[in-house]
């Protein structure tokens, strides 16, 4: 593993900063068509300040847990898990229109039903959900950031850790995903000192194996990094903050 950065994280009080791309290539006339006619259906509005957000009612009807997808990419991963659990809301958050035009037309190719759209950065949409109102939360593959200079971009962080382990329920499970060797020591460091998680793969034999309920996304069929990935999984303990 690479060596970890003196770098030290974002503090609580730093403005949220988006990095990533918004845009890419223009989109097809049938891609665009489902940005004004289908997003429209799907998009969580922002609650007014102050005001909390319960992710169940986002649905027409209420499912039986929720569970969000940060950063879902072209939205593989996303859809193969509301397909394969039609009784679970899915929220997925992805500030990428192509990304975001791509989940639409799986969407609609699969009838999916269960799936809310937050097409910005979701640290700006966490303070509105309620605690312990979400079962499970998938982080994969975010953008590693590796230069020193930019690791103040990493998503995760102890700011943004402690907002997960708030709106996620006692036993809800955390899963993360990355081919960055550096990346993967931050992420470790960060979960490990965090009193309100705990691992459930412990060893890079036990991180090395993709579990059979969670599919591959074309990231990860890339082979970008060019490093092996790795699959982490944590549990929101019970006790803690």
């Excluded at 319960?54 to 879902?72: D, H, K, M, Q, Y």
């Excluded at 993967?184 to 090395?208: Q, V």
Aim: hydrophobic share 45%.
């Amino acid at each position: 593993m690479t060596a970890m950065s003196t770098n030290t994280d974002p503090g609580p009080d730093r403005p949220i900063s988006s990095y990533g791309r918004r845009r890419g290539r223009p989109l097809r006339a049938g891609r665009a068509a489902l940005l004004t006619q289908v997003l429209p259906l799907l998009a969580i509005k922002a609650p007014p300040s102050g005001t909390a957000l319960e992710p169940r009612s986002l649905f027409a009807v209420a499912p039986r847990a929720v569970w969000l997808e940060v950063g879902f990419g072209a939205g593989e991963h996303l859809a193969a898990q509301a397909e394969a659990y039609p009784d679970i809301g899915l929220i997925g958050a992805e500030p990428y229109i192509n990304g975001i035009a791509g989940l639409l037309a799986r969407i609609q190719e699969a009838g999916l039903a269960n799936i809310r759209l937050w097409s910005d950065d979701i640290r700006l949409l966490l303070p509105a959900l309620p605690a312990a109102s979400i079962s499970r939360v998938f982080v994969l593959f975010p953008d590693p950031w590796p230069k020193a200079r930019h690791h103040k971009r990493r998503l995760i962080t102890p700011a943004f850790l402690n907002e997960l382990a708030r709106i996620m329920a006692p036993g809800a499970e955390l899963r993360f995903a990355t081919d960055d060797p550096g990346y993967l020591e931050w992420t470790l460091e960060r979960l490990a000192g965090h009193s309100a998680f705990t691992a459930l793969t412990t060893c890079p034999d036990e991180w090395a194996v993709r579990p059979a309920d969670w599919p591959a996304t074309r990231y990860e069929a890339k082979g970008l990094a060019g490093h092996p990935p790795a699959f982490l999984r944590f549990r929101r303990r019970a006790e803690g903050p």
